[in-house]
C-alpha cells in the first residue's frame, strides 16, 4: 500500500486496522520504510485523493460482496486516519 497504490491493497489495510491487527514495525522495515509503521500509513491516507480513492473503489467492487465495503476505499482518506487515531 504504501509503494504501490491498488484498491485490493487499501481495502486490506483498511480491513486490518477496523480489527485492531498489530502495526509490525519488522514488516515495514522488510519492505524498507523507516518511518514507525503509524507516520507511514497516516502519510499516505492523507495524500490519497478523492478522486483516486474512487478510482481505487472501482478497482475492488467486483470482489467485494457488500457494495458499503467499496464505500470504505471510496473514502479511505477519511478513514484510514480516522480508524489509526482511535485504534493506535
Not at 7 to 16: A, E, K, T
Not at 71 to 88: D, S, W
Given at each position: 500500500f504504501i509503494h504501490r497504490c491498488r484498491?485490493?491493497?487499501?481495502?486490506?489495510?483498511?480491513?486490518?486496522l477496523r480489527l485492531k491487527f498489530p502495526l509490525d514495525r519488522e514488516m515495514f522495515l522488510v519492505k524498507k520504510i523507516k518511518e514507525p509503521p503509524?507516520?507511514?500509513l497516516l502519510n499516505k491516507f492523507k495524500s490519497l485523493k478523492k478522486e483516486e480513492c474512487k478510482?481505487?473503489?472501482k478497482q475492488v467492487r467486483p470482489f467485494l460482496f457488500k457494495e458499503e465495503e467499496a464505500?470504505?476505499?471510496?473514502?479511505?482518506?477519511?478513514?484510514?486516519?480516522?480508524?489509526?487515531?482511535?485504534?493506535?
Open positions: 484498491g485490493r491493497d487499501v481495502y486490506d489495510v483498511l480491513f486490518m503509524k507516520e507511514a478510482r481505487l473503489a464505500e470504505f476505499v471510496e473514502k479511505a482518506y477519511f478513514y484510514g486516519p480516522e480508524l489509526l487515531m482511535r485504534n493506535y
